[in-house]
Nanobody, 122 residues
């Protein structure tokens, strides 16, 4: 069992930056690839990126590539999402999740956090 808690969301102006954190419970954090997703009101949950178990590889969709960076600290059981050059369309609840492998498929993620709200004003 893995429990995930996101933090770091808030209100930011367009062009600004935020760094989200996702803290995991337990001693099995390094067994999991970690992903970030987002969900805006009335829209489907969207893949934002993922990182392999030891942080060697990250993957991103084109919508955030070059602006968002995922990293992790296995000693601290934490994964991060650095978001730069934020746009109003990035406004959403951001969620982290744990999976057996790096994937953009929602159904492959076994554990989810509750999410943190990010609002980007124009």
């Amino acid at each position: 069992q893995v429990q995930l808690v996101e933090s770091g969301g808030g209100l930011v102006q367009a062009g600004g930056s935020l760094r989200l954190s996702c803290a995991a419970s337990g001693r099995t954090f390094s067994r999991y690839a970690m992903g970030w997703f987002r969900q805006a009101p009335g829209k489907e949950r969207e893949f934002v990126g993922a990182i392999t178990r030891f942080g060697r590889t990250t993957v991103y969709p084109d919508s955030v590539k070059g602006r968002f960076t995922i990293s992790r600290d296995n000693a601290e059981n934490t994964v991060y999402l650095q978001m730069n050059s934020l746009k109003p369309e990035d406004t959403a609840v951001y969620l982290c999740a744990a999976a057996q492998r790096v994937t953009d498929t929602i159904g492959e993620y076994d554990y989810w956090g509750q999410g943190t709200q990010v609002t980007v004003s124009s």
